[in-house]
């Protein structure tokens, strides 16, 4: 492990946590100014065999995936491939019935395409076969009124994205990943990961809650996108729908659902899917490697970025029931996405996993953990290490 001097309160709060049971195994990694400044990793990355976690231990990510999908998307965009104001139906064109010829990709970056929940059961047997999903969606009619309001599309978000970018590409985010990003940086990180990968990934603890179909979509909402209070931030609302398996929430989170199979997102299956939502298998160290090449420019130019991050929506989400903000698929400072600082964006996901790039400050931020967050505190966790690389700036 590694931790530059002037980081030490980081070292500090990594080590009790992990010393204190909140952890079961962790990584951290800090990136200032380009230089890799913290790099931390500790516990065990399966408690049924007593593997320890290893330099090299990827985790499953969740919805940290959003943000290396946006950035993918970009790309195209900058090459002139992807139009972001243009309508989706002009690469999709199937896409375009149920009154969605006016739906644009920005919509579907900004999570207000009126689309989060996919309506008809995804068999498990489709759950790799990620055009077949899209064509659920596209067969479906908005919820709502397109841009007119904004609700977290948990897993709908990336079979949609996802999408458009086979439509230009021809390939899958995973592919392009793998070509575009962390092939040419040398970062360990896989949206859909190998079989070798899949073998020494950290295997996922649930929560000390138990995690029904409700409490997942209780989870998601207060922990997973990094509430920095659960307790009071629990609304009535939220709660009622928590409880409600055909609530908007439960129906968002739950559909293709990983629950369906052994071990949940420890399976294979899921592990090798490379959902473009929710898919990733990464390092701290590769998470906070993506962020460190995002701001210095290397995955989008400098303008393209800024812009990428300049909020579009702010305000009540009609999934989550609780004010949350987004760019161009990168989360931005809210109730759900509490940062130390304005500038800050990336994302969040379920069970506390956090990516974050803070242009202002040179910082690339990555952390990944196995013991999921639980709806009462777990989600400080990750938090509390963020706190402690800005105080100690």
Known sequence: MYCDPRFSRVREVFERQLADGAELGAAFAVHLDGELVVDLWGGVADRHTGRPWEQDTPAFAYSCTKAITATVLLQLAERGLVDVPGAVADVWPEFAARGKGAITVEHLL?????????????????????????????GQAPLWEPGAAHGYHALSYGFLVGEVIRRVTGKSVGELVSAEIAGPLGLELWVGAPDPVIA??????????????????????????GALDPGSLMTAEMAKAALDP??????????????R????????????????????????????????????????????????????????????????????????????????????????GLGGSLGIGDPERGLGIGYVMNKMANAVSGNLRGLRLVQAVYDSL
């Open 246 to 259: 055909h609530s908007l929430m439960n129906r968002a989170l739950g559909n293709p659902g990983m629950h």
């Open 200 to 225: 020494r990934t950290a295997r996922l603890k649930a929560g000390e809650r138990s995690r029904t179909a409700a409490t997942e979509g209780q989870a998601e909402a207060e922990t997973a996108e």
């Open 261 to 348: 199979l052994k071990g949940g997102a420890n399976h294979p299956v899921i592990l090798r899917a490379g959902w473009p939502a929710a898919g990733v298998v990464t390092t701290a160290r590769g998470l906070a490697g993506f962020y460190r090449s995002l701001i210095a420019g290397d995955l989008l130019r400098p303008e393209t970025l800024q812009d990428a991050v300049r909020p579009r929506v702010h305000g009540p989400d009609r999934v989550l029931f609780l004010d949350t903000s987004f760019g161009l698929g990168y989360m931005r400072p809210s109730m759900t996405f509490p940062m130390p600082s304005e500038t800050a964006f990336g994302h969040s």
């Open 110 to 138: 900004t999570h207000q395409s009126g689309l989060p929940v996919v309506e008809e059961p995804v068999p498990v047997e489709e759950f790799g076969d990620l055009a077949a999903i899209a064509a659920r969606l596209a």
